[in-house]
């Protein structure tokens, strides 16, 4: 559900694996699925695939659109026998609405990396590993279900009982990497090339470190946030991908959510309430702009 970039890489993966696989998409991109998948980077390939542009019974449904439009998507699931629903989405509070109006919702954190070139093609452009669990950290028959899926289809998955920490310290490293990288139009490895960005880079990671030791969850981030800008040095992320083709962000569930999360608990994170308001008013100038 959600059919982009991130999508297509999982539908592509599960697909190969001889899996059943819809993808469910909108508008150019659900019209070029018809045509088939492009994949390059790390594999080069050419799939057809079955295309829809509404939801549909399944036993598992990974949902991979952005964070805003989940509420919709939760509801439009209601009409269907969805089965097990994944969020891999990027961001707090998707499993949270879609829980509302759906049952057996999972959560995922995965560091795959995966860009759209064009309506119909993705670049895999990074491995890494997808993460699954309950909110509530039961693992029960569902989870091994959805890891077993991912594995069999050569996507490394591991069931995990603490997908709500994992899903905070993947939303603290987004909120040093997306809209630095949106801001300033640039992939993710600048950020460790460039000294000053990555002075900026550690004090917002420092202010995410305070909200979540305030929350219980006493982690150093640093070496992680190396890691994946290591990584994922050659990936344009999510954010810029949204201001390049002038769509609108997650800041709201990424820096935005750290920010509700800090004034409620009392804690004052600056940086992070700039680079919210900096990409807020970046989605207005473009938006602005193109009328
Ligand atoms: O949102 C993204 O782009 C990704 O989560 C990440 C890890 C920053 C890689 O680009």
């Known amino acids: 559900m959600g059919a982009g970039a991130l999508g297509c890489l999982y539908g592509y993966f599960i697909h190969k694996a001889g899996y059943d696989v819809v993808f469910v998409a909108r ?89 759209l070139i064009d309506y119909g093609w993705i670049e895999f452009a ?30 490394k998955a591991e069931a995990v009982d603490d997908i709500a920490k994992r899903k905070w ?14 801001i300033l139009k640039i992939r993710n490895g600048a950020i460790a090339e460039i000294e000053e960005l990555w002075n900026l880079a550690l004090a917002v990671l420092k202010e995410g470190e305070k909200v979540l030791k305030s929350m219980g969850i006493d982690v150093e981030l640093e070496s992680v946030l190396r890691d994946v800008v290591t990584k994922t ?7 810029l991908q949204d201001i390049e083709r002038r769509k609108r962000t997650e800041i709201d569930y990424i820096n935005g959510a750290i920010v509700r999360k800090a004034e409620e608990l009392g804690l004052e994170v600056p940086y992070n309430r700039s680079l919210l308001l900096l990409v807020k ?7 602005y702009n193109q009328s």
């Open 126 to 155: 990074g491995m890494g590993t997808t993460f699954v669990g309950r909110m509530d950290g039961k693992v029960d028959e569902d989870v091994l279900k959805v890891v077993e899926v991912l594995r069999s289809s050569g996507i």
């Open 169 to 182: 310290i993947k939303t603290a490293i987004n909120s040093v990497i997306n809209p630095i990288t949106a």
């Open 27 to 115: 508008g150019k991109q659900f019209e070029a699925l018809k045509r088939g998948l492009k994949v390059t980077g790390l594999v080069e390939d050419f799939v057809r695939v079955n295309a829809v542009d509404k939801p549909c019974d399944a036993d598992v449904t990974f949902v991979t659109v952005k964070s805003y439009d989940t509420k919709d998507v939760a509801k439009s699931l209601r009409n269907v026998d969805c089965g097990i629903v994944v969020s891999l989405q990027n961001g707090i509070g998707n499993e949270e609405t879609l829980s509302k109006y759906l049952k057996r919702v999972l959560g995922g954190v995965t560091t795959y990396a995966s860009n």
């Open 233 to 239: 040095a050659n990936n344009k992320s999510s954010m």
């Open 281 to 287: 008013s970046l989605e207005k100038f473009l938006t």
